[in-house]
């Protein structure tokens, strides 16, 4: 595929994320039309319909553009430093890590606002992924991402496992946290996606900067250091990156699964395995979505709280079986 | 240093180099010297320790003890990136993502010539097109690594290396797993470079003969040293072949190239 073609497809999948993060303000309870949707960002005058706006539709729509461009970013360098196409960051632990966190909280000091979530869920997913990144980089397999790959595994099971056994004795908490391990984009409030916002765009800048390098990074660690990089720091940015990404996406809409692998599979069947255009496919491609599936989610529920993770699911589980079937064995 | 130094110490030397995974020592006390503009294929058993010394000359592996110097000057104080603007390397079976592009493996060969931030130059462009052009993968450049044959694919990745525009290509067992097509065209192909481009070149090879009919220098490797090195009339006898391979033969003239082959008994 030509660079032309790859940059119409890119504009007409940023058309198509436009169109619908439109769509999804307008729809809920009450139609808003797209008029009073504008006049609302330009010129708030405190009426419902503006409050609805300013306060549930558009904070909703912003959550979900963010924690989807951010996961499926940092799903697809994850794939690219393992060499792994059924790589996602929840393999980092990140999903693990944000949970244990939140529930511990829970537990421990009773349900909060969601404000304090986040920053537990953020420390979790960081301090998860630094383990698994340091128990992988210096265990017994050395330089190769299969340690990286098992260390994951290993914590994710192992947190997932405490998790569970707190929420076995812990009923209450249990209750309030079946929403957020669902993964929900709902009832995010405008100062959420505000303090989270910096930290997204930033991991999206350096990983647009990144990528070439992910290219070379993915031919292995020999290859890459015969061609002079240093490979051991190339995949130090790149986690760090995938921790600042996915972790800000998990503190925000809680471990919404499928995103972080389907997308870049997408984005690599429509325009090659280039990183320097999979990366901008799949930022863009995963807001449109969350978006996308949070608002038919919806719809087709019928429910202003039904969790985005659920839809995502139901739909990427199929999808992963037909990926595995036909892929399997292929790059591992 | 002096034009005579430089003959004895060739393009790339090691000097008292040791190699150990761990405990194990695999290379002790080795001298090996590389001659410039030469193709050099190191042959050897299973286990000699062939593909271990080219990784360590290429700086992949750090030696235990001693120096590898390229041009007279240790590879360790070169950075990686200055290391592979000079010395291109190809080790066996290598991988690439699914569905990557022969043009998009030939471009990362200009890693080391590029900033961080830089832009692909005309000079990148430029050494692109010719390492596709000198491999025969120009009409090959827009197809996905995975669909070629063992041949193209291995002539795509020397193309990557090509790329780079080093002074030397380090090559581990490039012909196996090729048919014998391909085998003769990849020796073709190296032939080419050493003498039209000024090239040095070492392969591990397997093929003795393969080895006797294309290069210009035999290094045989046996338990990690250097049995015998020189022009292959000089080193491939059927009392080396019997101590190194434990395999008795006789030694006769190639009817076509006059080079020694090797025929067992």
Not at chain 2, 116 to 123: G, K, P, Q, V, Y
Request: proline letters at 4%; a neutral charge.
């Amino acid at each position: 595929m030509s660079d032309g073609s790859r940059f119409f497809a890119l504009l007409l999948v940023c058309c198509l994320l436009v169109t619908v993060s439109m769509w999804a303000v307008t729809l809920g309870t009450v139609h808003i039309p797209l008029r009073s949707v504008w006049q609302a960002i330009v010129g708030f005058d405190g009426s419902r319909e503006h409050l609805l706006v300013m306060t549930i539709r558009l904070p909703r729509v912003l959550a979900a553009l963010l924690a989807g461009s951010a996961l499926a970013v940092s799903g697809a360098i994850m794939q690219a430093v393992t060499n792994n196409p059924l790589a996602s960051p929840g393999l980092l632990g990140i999903n693990a890590g944000a949970s244990f966190a939140v529930v511990s909280v829970m537990t421990l000091f009773g349900a909060g606002t969601g404000d304090v979530y986040m920053w537990f869920a953020f420390a979790g997913a960081g301090g998860a992924a630094l383990l698994v990144y340091t128990l992988g980089s210096f265990g017994l397999a050395g330089q190769s991402t299969i340690g990286l790959v098992l260390a994951g595994a290993i914590v994710a099971t192992f947190l997932t496992a405490l998790t569970s056994s707190v929420l076995i004795f812990d009923q209450s908490t249990l209750d309030a946290v079946r929403l957020w391990t669902a993964g929900s984009v709902s009832g995010r409030t405008m100062a959420q996606a505000a303090a989270v916002a910096p930290y997204i765009l930033v991991g999206l800048a350096a990983a647009l900067l990144l990528g070439r390098h992910l290219v070379t990074l993915s031919l292995g660690a020999d290859a890459a250091r015969s061609l002079g990089q240093n490979p051991m720091v190339w995949r130090a940015i790149s986690v760090a990156i995938i921790i600042l990404l996915a972790g800000s996406a998990v503190s925000l809409a809680g471990p919404i699964g499928f995103v972080g692998l389907v997308v870049p599979h997408i984005a690599r069947l429509t325009i090659g395995v280039d990183y320097r255009w999979v990366l901008p496919f799949s930022a863009i491609g995963g807001a449109l979505l969350v978006v996308a599936a949070d608002t038919a989610g919806r719809m087709i529920f019928a429910s202003q709280s039904f969790p985005v993770g659920v839809t995502i699911a139901l739909v990427g589980a199929p999808f992963f079986l037909w990926l595995a079937r036909n892929r399997a064995g292929g790059a591992t | 240093m002096s034009a005579d130094d430089r003959h004895t110490l060739g393009k790339l030397a090691g000097q008292r180099v040791s190699i150990a995974y761990g405990e194990h020592r695999i290379v002790e006390d080795l001298d090996l010297v590389v001659p410039e503009r030469r193709f050099t294929a190191l042959i050897g058993p299973n286990g000699s320790g062939k593909s271990t010394i080219l990784r360590t000359f290429a700086g992949l592996m750090s030696p235990a003890s001693g120096t590898i110097l390229l041009d007279g000057r240790s590879i360790d104080t070169l950075s990686t990136k200055d290391l592979a603007k000079r010395v291109g390397v190809l080790l066996q079976g290598p991988v690439a993502p699914e569905g990557l592009t022969v043009r998009d493996l030939v471009r990362q060969g200009r890693y080391p010539h590029r900033s961080l931030f830089a832009r692909w130059s005309d000079e990148d462009q430029a050494a692109c097109d010719e390492a596709l052009m000198l491999t025969g993968t120009t009409t090959l450049a827009d197809t996905p690594l995975d669909s070629l044959s063992g041949g193209q694919r291995q002539r795509a990745w020397i193309a990557m290396t090509l790329a780079q525009r080093g002074e030397v290509l380090l090559l581990d067992e490039p012909t196996t797993y090729l048919d014998l097509a391909h085998q003769i065209e990849l020796m073709n192909l190296i032939t080419v470079l050493v003498r039209d481009h000024g090239k040095t070149v070492v392969a591990v090879l397997h093929d003795i003969n393969q080895a006797a009919r294309y290069a210009e220098h035999i290094v045989i490797l046996n338990n990690g040293r250097i049995t015998a090195a020189g022009r292959p009339e000089d080193v491939i006898s059927a009392e080396a072949i019997a101590s190194v391979f434990g395999v008795r033969s006789v030694i006769i003239r190639d009817p076509v190239a006059d080079t020694p082959l090797c025929i067992p008994l």
